[in-house]
């Protein structure tokens, strides 16, 4: 059973698209930056003063203004995101940093900015192969990403200005690993649901405020367990930013010990220590797109194997959902392939397809993890 | 005394084992609220035995609304339709070890290791084609009851082969086959074709293992049986117990099992 | 216990071996004579009847021959000593026949011929891959032929080139399910989203790193001369593609609607060989000779269509034959739009050059790789929209192109704003019929048509003018 949150005010921060730290930093004159993609370095922008934003829909179901612009064939995560955009509840923006992560969310940009035309506008194009042209181009690339934000937002950026967001970002991601940990360990210290609250929550507020949250949350649950377990669990797969869904699979008295989401541990995975000797940018580049996994990455398959059955291993895992948003592609057919790998190492995984933010799903999806829960309950007698 | 109970979109059941033997079961339409329906359908198995609810050691529900079943003190405990269905088919016949379960508005294959354990599954429950729903809709395209569905394909000489998927489009398409002059016995053939296109590929996609057994209520329809069989080259079992009760059956079991049985 | 079936390439390639071997002017006999017959399955007389059709004319047999060379070569590769490399239909496959040592198959040419001409139209296959857990959004354009590949004991490519990564997703990340199954090598030419020299220079660098991989698996060099011969007839296809281009303009459209299927198909399979070559001159002086007799299908040419990006492929007769016999031109879709530029094929790093760039235009790569999606696929469709007169642009709704799709509603603003023509947005399957019937396309194609289009093209009369108008036709009478 799970016990009353004591993180529970922080974390309603994570619920909301406008949380407190926002209006407040805003108050204060501070500017927002809409990204969208895990590729997108956020250091460039929090040296220039401005807090990054990663967009995420939190299960809103509401689609229809954007269903005028994208279509039903179009991600519904990506729908409700410009739903919201185009509905003014991302009005707080001062501007977007578009990737291409994936056909949907080029779409989703390209409709936003044809209806609402953001005042800042910056294109990052990652490639989707990691070689050495692939690592020049997008290295060039970050130049030119921080030189139209210093160009817009007025302050140039010195290698100091960035080697100290580098560092802030990393111990911002040696927390999010130790928060990891306490989900990972025998007896969780954090369910899968905190846990996404908590990612959410870091990438919507300025550093300066996550920072101290972060500390308070590991010292916080350092001696915390749940105890009684039904079956732990890793969730892989699509953009999943909503809570709903991972609160219903830990209803069923499982819990979400680990991920390997975009949403989640995917985002932050611990990066070669910057070399001061270096340039910044480059050691940007190796970062955001060297250890970028994600089945938009081609080539790359092994390393996400990897990362997935270290995980399994690493956190015990009794299971695996692999799930994927209906008309996600990339997640659609690299799941397929997981499973295959899951499969033939004898690990319970669930692969599953869904719409995204429809309750009415919720229930066709709740019979499947129970059956899961109760294949993986038998498996151990 | 143990009980299974099985709510399901369209009907729900109810059974109760004592020593391993069914001792009864009931079959009702559903009522607007599930925990209505199995307070309904129990109630009435119960009645008609001379049994009370206090005869029950231990109960599970599954289907839909099987929390809500449990929460209002119905049932100690829930387990997925899936899991019951396994159960059920494989009490009835250890050598089983695959299920297709065909019900009103979705579509179920379970697959089962050698000791009956839940090995994979895979549902379809948001397409009505594959279901129960698209004979409906089929049976009313061909101006015949949805009973005399089956007896009729069985007739069919040469099938006619649709080319849709989409249950409007094969609604269309049979209409359109009738005005051409095509018999009602080969229109039926082709969809209960059409059908078991539907269930099979679904069936493929955990890779079905003999022995298979088919249950839920489309299972009485032997034309889709057979067309089934056909298109898997497998002879198909059929359930010992009337095929809509597997659900309740399996969850008896199950009760038995965790309530101890005697 | 689930039935297997002989793979797709397998039945294509024993089919198409007969073809190979007859004489051309065999081929053009009897392909007519045994449409004709209304034999068989109602998907291959439609194949037949659409391929042989009297509007095909002499323009079919050459592009059959050429299909079944290009399908019997790769089946006799390996004897040959060839190795075989499997590509989407957006690479540039004359890059593979400047290679001694190998055979060009594309993926999507290979589905569209199931899909076509093989019984089952190749959803066999497609099922295939769903059994695998593949989701259903995908393209069946590719997991036809990939499906077979992975259900059936089919022919099997030596090696696979992406050239989806950038353009399409679902595209790329088939083909790398594919690659990783079946542990066949898998070579990658990316598209970077940036449509300024920066990005088409280092489109430059990706492709000559291909190359050197090419190179390596094929224990070959890229020999100058052997490239250039192959260039030289790929100009010769770029002159021949601009000669159908310039026809099409004319009213009523010469070009008969299936040569639009004819035109991309030399393109993703033999462009810079003697057989595309001979196709595409086929091609031509069936459209001339239309043109000079004056010569339509219907009574008149009721409308032009511009196809926004692909066409539906299952049934020829359903679909192209059938437009034309209501004065419906189809002028083309969005494969069709790849803008050949002759290569320079003075040097070695010229002619290279020339490939990235035609690699770069080719179709999807140049719309939906684009920086822009919406804005590099509306100035396509308006610019072809504008020369070939086109009344209208219908948009087949392929349900698994997401791009398009995703940007379908500003293409439709912009045809609206900048050019005044009305879009139709279909939903279909391309490559699978069991989506949308051809009956309900017909009746969607046919009710803009008379609704939308014609309605748009009759000028409004002011009232002085029908004054004018029934005064004198008092007058007359």
């Known amino acids: 059973m799970i016990r009353q949150n004591p993180m529970e005010g922080i974390l309603q921060e994570a619920a909301v698209l406008e949380n407190r730290y926002v209006r407040k930093w805003r108050h204060g004159g501070g500017m927002v930056v809409g990204y969208t993609c895990v590729a997108t370095p956020v250091e460039i922008l929090e040296a220039e003063g401005v807090l990054p934003y990663r967009v995420r829909a939190l299960g809103a179901p509401d689609t229809e203004v954007a269903d005028a612009h994208l279509s039903r064939f179009n991600c519904s995560f990506c729908r409700s995101c410009l739903h919201l955009g185009l509905t003014g509840a991302y009005d707080f923006l001062d501007g977007m940093i578009e990737t291409n992560g994936c056909d949907h969310l080029r779409g989703m940009i390209e409709n936003w900015n044809y209806v609402k035309d953001f005042t800042f506008f910056h294109y990052l194009k990652v490639p989707h192969i990691v070689d050495q042209d692939s690592m020049s181009f997008f290295e060039e690339e970050l130049r030119l990403y921080k030189e139209a934000v210093e160009k817009r937002f007025g302050k140039t950026l010195t290698e100091e200005d960035l080697w100290e967001q580098i560092r802030t970002q990393d111990r911002i991601r040696e927390n999010l690993h130790k928060i990891y940990q306490l989900r990972e360990q025998e007896n969780p210290a954090v369910t899968g649901a905190e846990a996404l609250m908590i990612f959410l929550l870091a990438t919507a507020i300025p550093s300066r405020d996550l920072e101290p949250i972060l500390e308070k949350i590991v010292e916080d649950r350092k001696d915390h367990a749940f105890a009684g377990v039904r079956a732990r669990l890793l969730l892989g797969g699509a953009a999943t930013d909503e809570i709903d869904f991972v609160k219903e699979i830990e209803s069923l008295g499982a819990m979400v010990v680990t991920d390997t989401l975009c949403y989640g541990a995917r985002a932050f995975r611990p990066r070669p220590a910057g070399n001061t000797e270096r340039d910044p940018i480059n050691v940007l580049a190796r970062a955001y797109l060297g250890e970028l996994l994600c089945p938009r990455m081609f080539g790359d398959f092994q390393s996400r194997e990897r990362f997935l059955f270290d995980a399994v291993k690493r956190a015990k895992v009794d299971g695996v959902v692999l799930v994927h948003n209906k008309f996600c592609d990339i997640h659609g057919v690299d799941n397929v392939a997981l499973r295959m790998s899951l499969e033939k190492a004898g690990i319970p995984v669930l692969q599953i397809e869904k719409e995204y933010g429809a309750k009415a799903d919720l229930g066709r999806m709740r019979t499947r993890f129970q059956a899961f829960l109760e294949r993986i309950e038998e498996r151990h007698g | ?262 | 216990m689930v039935k297997k079936s002989a793979g797709l390439f397998n039945r294509l390639s024993s089919r198409l071996i007969l073809v190979d071997l007859l004489p051309a002017p065999v081929v053009a006999k009897a392909g007519p004579f045994l449409a004709s017959l209304k034999v068989g399955p109602p998907e291959i007389h439609s194949a037949l009847a659409g391929l042989f059709s009297p509007q095909a004319g002499e323009a079919a047999a050459p592009f059959i021959k050429m299909i079944a060379k290009w399908v019997v070569n790769a089946r006799k590769a390996a004897g040959r000593g060839k190795k075989v490399i499997l590509v989407p239909f957006n690479f540039p496959t004359e890059l593979i026949h400047a290679f001694e040592s190998a055979e060009p198959l594309t993926s999507e040419v290979l589905s569209t011929l199931a899909a076509s001409c093989l019984v089952g139209q190749g959803e066999e296959y497609w099922d295939m891959a769903m059994a695998m857990g593949m989701p259903d959004h995908l393209c069946s354009a590719n997991t036809i032929e990939l499906g077979s590949m992975l259900g059936c004991k089919d022919f099997s490519p030596q090696a696979i080139i992406s050239s989806a990564p950038g353009g399409c997703d679902v595209n790329a990340k088939m083909h790398e399910f594919v690659a990783h199954h079946l542990d066949i090598p898998h070579f990658f030419l990316q598209k970077p989203p940036d449509d300024t020299g920066r990005g088409r220079k280092q489109y430059g660098v990706y492709l000559k790193s291909l190359i050197k991989k090419l190179e390596a698996f094929l224990g070959e060099a890229l020999r100058e001369d052997k490239l250039r011969s192959v260039l030289e007839k790929a100009n010769r296809c770029t002159e021949l593609h601009y000669e159908l281009f310039d026809l099409q303009k004319a009213v009523p459209c010469p070009v008969p609607n299936i040569f639009s299927l004819f035109l991309y198909g030399t393109r993703f399979t033999m462009w810079g060989t003697d057989e595309g070559i001979k196709t595409l001159e086929a091609m031509v002086q069936v459209s001339k000779r239309r043109l000079a007799e004056k010569a339509y299908p219907a009574r008149r040419e009721v409308a032009r269509c511009v196809w926004a990006y692909t066409s539906y492929y299952w049934d020829f007769l359903g679909f192209f034959n059938w437009m034309e016999e209501q004065g419906y031109s189809h002028l083309g879709d969005g494969l069709d739009l790849y803008f050949p530029s002759p290569v320079d094929t003075s040097t070695m790093d010229s002619m290279i050059e020339g490939l990235a760039g035609s690699a770069w235009n080719m179709p999807m790569t140049r719309q939906v790789g684009a920086e822009s999606m919406s804005k590099a696929w509306t100035e396509d469709m308006i610019y072809a929209a504008k020369n070939l007169k086109a009344d209208c642009v219908i948009y087949c709704g392929h349900h698994s192109c997401k791009q398009t799709w995703s940007v379908v509603s500003i293409l439709r603003s912009e045809l609206q704003r900048r050019l005044g023509i009305p879009l139709l947005i279909l939903q279909g399957d391309s490559w699978i019929k069991r989506m949308t019937p051809i009956s309900v396309l017909q009746q969607e194609i046919d009710e803009f048509v008379k609704n939308v289009v014609l309605n748009k093209s009759r000028p409004k009369r002011s009232i002085k003018k029908r004054r004018q108008k029934k005064l004198e036709a008092q007058a007359a009478s």
């Open chain 2, 1 to 262: 005394m143990f009980a299974g109970i099985d709510v399901g979109s369209l009907t729900a059941e109810a059974l109760v084992i004592h020593e391993g033997r069914i001792v009864g079961s009931e079959i009702i339409s559903v009522l607007p609220n599930p925990v209505d329906s199995a307070r309904v359908v129990m109630d009435a198995l119960l009645s008609r035995k001379g049994l009370t609810w206090k005869d029950l050691k231990y109960t599970i529900s599954t289907g839909y609304g099987r929390e809500k079943i449990q929460h209002y003190g119905l049932a100690q405990e829930t387990l997925s339709e899936i899991s019951c269905h396994g159960s059920g088919a494989h009490t009835l016949d250890p050598e089983v070890r695959t299920i297709i379960d065909i019900g009103g508005q979705d579509a179920k294959v379970i697959k089962l290791d050698a000791k009956g354990g839940l090995d994979d599954f895979v549902m379809n429950n948001k397409c009505a084609a594959g279901t129960g729903h698209f004979l409906e809709a089929m049976s009313r395209a061909l101006g015949v009851g949805l009973e005399d569905l089956g007896p009729l394909a069985m007739k069919a000489k040469k099938p006619i082969a649709m080319s849709n998927r989409c249950t409007i489009y094969v609604e269309t398409e049979v209409i359109h086959y009738l005005q051409r002059g095509a018999s009602r016995q080969d229109v039926a053939g082709g969809i209960t074709m059409a059908m078991a296109d539907r269930v099979v590929a679904l069936a493929r996609r955990i890779g079905p293992k003999n022995k298979i057994m088919i249950t839920g209520g489309v299972a009485k329809n032997k034309a889709v049986k057979a067309a089934l069989e056909k298109a898997l080259g497998v002879k198909i079992a059929y359930p010992s117990l009337d095929p809509q009760l597997i659900g309740a059956y399996g969850a008896a079991v199950y009760a038995a099992r965790k309530g101890g049985s005697t």
